[in-house]
């Protein structure tokens, strides 16, 4: 994942929590244009008109709403465009909506007859001052986009620092590991220190990777394969593994290398703490229109620097990818500990950039 991403370059995502922040913007500067009136007098709740409020709130919501879609519906052909120009034109949409349906409105109520100019400036001064009022407002909210989207970024900088540290912690050990294993297989067994080669090097190359995005759930799995493979011939018979995976998820998309640190943690602080060894258990299936993947290990869930390191990782990785819809749960029983990681179902390929 890289920090810049081309989507911030209009931080507006199409997503509820905008929207609803966008509208409870619009009702509180609705609030304080109708306590203080046109005519700029003190604030007094003496004054305040339900039934006026309501209308001067629905037409607010109405421009909210309108250049919300309208900005949605543009936003692929925005995406094209080079440079500044996708936010400065959807910069613009926001006022030219509010003069055009400050325009309708009168327009509206000679038609009707619904005495709304009565209570109103003349329609050229009210058009000044809502568009400016807009432009103002949708200044001040496209900001506070910006700033959100650079906050994320740095999250997302910070987090994957971390996520490289604990990486180069990681590899120099497994990796001398796996190259005394080859070694001690070459005089006995030369075919299979090339397979455990072969899984070696596609292990590294998906560890290596600069750009860490999503990758299919079954390619998920073949990594894991290929890790399990290489600790198996190190640790015999006291490695035993069971692992489900659930035929109709295999085509769901999850980031690269999310459960191989939990499954090397399984090995290392608990296959390897018990003499007589156990059984790895990595399952994964859908349940209540969610992915549920566990991780299961004999023994206790010893809480040292290097285990929490990892899981910390993994749960800063599910809120940058999945932003808040996706969770990590630990669980100690007797003679085992389990970390249990929920999903939401994802199979487009594209990186999930716009679901905040």
Partial sequence: ?????????????????ELFAAAVVAELVVTIIHLHGWEGRTLDWQHFDLRW???????????????????????????????????ILAFQIAPLVTALSTLGLFVLDRQLQLSLSTRLPEPGKLIIVNT????LVSGAFFRYLYLRADWQARIQAEARAR???LQARIRPHFLFNSIN????????????????????????????????????LQEEWTLLEHYLRIEKLRLGERLQVAMDLQQDIRDCRVPALLLQPLVENAVYHGIETLPEGGTIQVSARCE???????????????????????????????QLYYHGKASMQTEQQAD?????????????????????
Avoid at 1 to 17: E, V
Avoid at 61 to 80: D, E, G
Avoid at 132 to 135: P, R, S
Avoid at 294 to 309: C, D, F, I, K, W
Wanted: hydrophobic share 45%.
């Fill in 1 to 17: 994942m890289s920090a810049a991403r081309t989507t911030d370059r209009l931080p507006f995502h199409c997503q509820p929590t």
């Fill in 53 to 87: 409020f309501s209308q001067i709130s629905l037409f607010a919501q109405w421009v909210v709403l309108l250049s919300s879609l309208m900005i949605c519906w543009l936003r692929p052909w925005l995406l094209r465009l080079p440079g500044s120009l996708p936010v």
């Fill in 132 to 135: 400016l009022t807009v432009l």
């Fill in 163 to 165: 996520f490289e540290a």
């Fill in 181 to 216: 294993t080859v070694a001690s297989l070459i005089p006995v067994d030369a075919e299979k220190a090339e397979e455990t080669l072969l899984d070696l090097t596609q292990l590294f190359r998906a560890a290596l990777q600069e750009n860490q995005g999503v990758h299919r």
């Fill in 288 to 318: 209540d229109r969610r992915i549920r993947l566990e991780v299961r290990n004999p023994g206790q869930g010893q809480g040292n620097a290097g285990l929490g390191m990892a899981q910390n990782n993994i749960r800063q990785r599910l």
């Fill in 336 to 356: 085992a500990y389990s970390v249990i990681l929920w999903l939401p179902v994802w199979k487009d390929d594209e990186q999930d950039t716009d679901r905040r």
